[in-house]
């Protein structure tokens, strides 16, 4: 499942929690499920905060990269337990990134292997891949990562969001991979609300930013770095593509040490300053 380098049974770099954070996950529940479900009444999407009038400044907390710092905004609003259920005014302003990072966060704290994937929710847009993130987290007894749309748990979006079907999300990687094997129209992935940020470039971008998570760094969705920015302008070139070529592989053969070894490269490492 992991190396000792990718131990997703442990914190990580964005997922850390101070000693005075981690006495309110105390009453959180032990079932991975059931954590996540309690992580719903952490977050408020933004569009939601804008109609129930919460103030612009408190829309800076989605660009919150680590989870201590999530959890002090959070608790400067309301400093309860994490397990009770907050007013939604009372939620930290953030995205389905924020949902799956505090997942994270809290199933490792109770020792459960867990992951951030980013990819494409299929079950959105009809004909459409919608940029999403969701929670991963090993299932023992049957030896599998189980998928978990942990900010749609109760949307009726899919039968089964605690455990989601191959076809309902595509990683990053995995929608590159039917990009380039000519199976999906690029031009319907992307961001929805936008006009322009559809197509390949939005696909490598998540592969990418998948790739990060696998190895522990869980960005922002609009984090560019490496060679991001040129693909997003048409510019990065075709040995750019055939990087992602790789990227997508590796992310899905799930090799713990080809992981490492890949995100080690010049264009897809995160770089420092984008880890405050």
Known sequence: ????????????????????????AEKLPEDPVRICAAVQQLVIQPGDASALGVPEHRFAEKNLRPVNK????????????LHQSRAPEERIVGTCRD????????????????????GFGMCFLEGRGADHWITEYWQADERR?????????????????????????LTGGEAWTQYRKGLIDPRMFGV??????????????????????LCK???????????MTAAYDGTAG?????????VAAVCSADDPS?????????????????LS
């Open 217 to 227: 760094y869980e960005m922002l969705p609009w984090d560019e770095w490496g060679r």
């Open 145 to 169: 990562w189980v998928r978990v749309d942990t900010e749609h748990l109760d949307h009726g979006f899919v039968p089964r969001p605690e455990d989601l079907a191959e076809d309902e999300f």
């Open 238 to 246: 075709s040995g750019y593509d055939r990087l992602i070529d790789e």
């Open 70 to 81: 999530l959890i002090a905004a959070l608790t400067a609003l309301n400093p309860a337990p």
């Open 258 to 274: 080809a992981l490492t070894s890949l995100y080690a490269h010049e264009d897809l490492t995160v770089p420092a300053r984008l």
């Open 192 to 213: 929805p609300g936008t006009d322009h940020a559809w197509g390949p470039a939005e696909i490598s971008g998540n592969a990418v930013r998948d790739l990060a998570a």
């Open 99 to 118: 949902f799956v990072i505090l997942a994270c966060a809290l199933l490792r704290l109770r020792g459960i292997a867990a992951r951030a994937r980013c």
């Open 1 to 24: 499942m992991a190396t000792r380098s990718l131990d997703y049974s442990q914190t990580g770099p964005l997922t850390n929690l101070e000693p005075a954070q981690v006495r309110l």
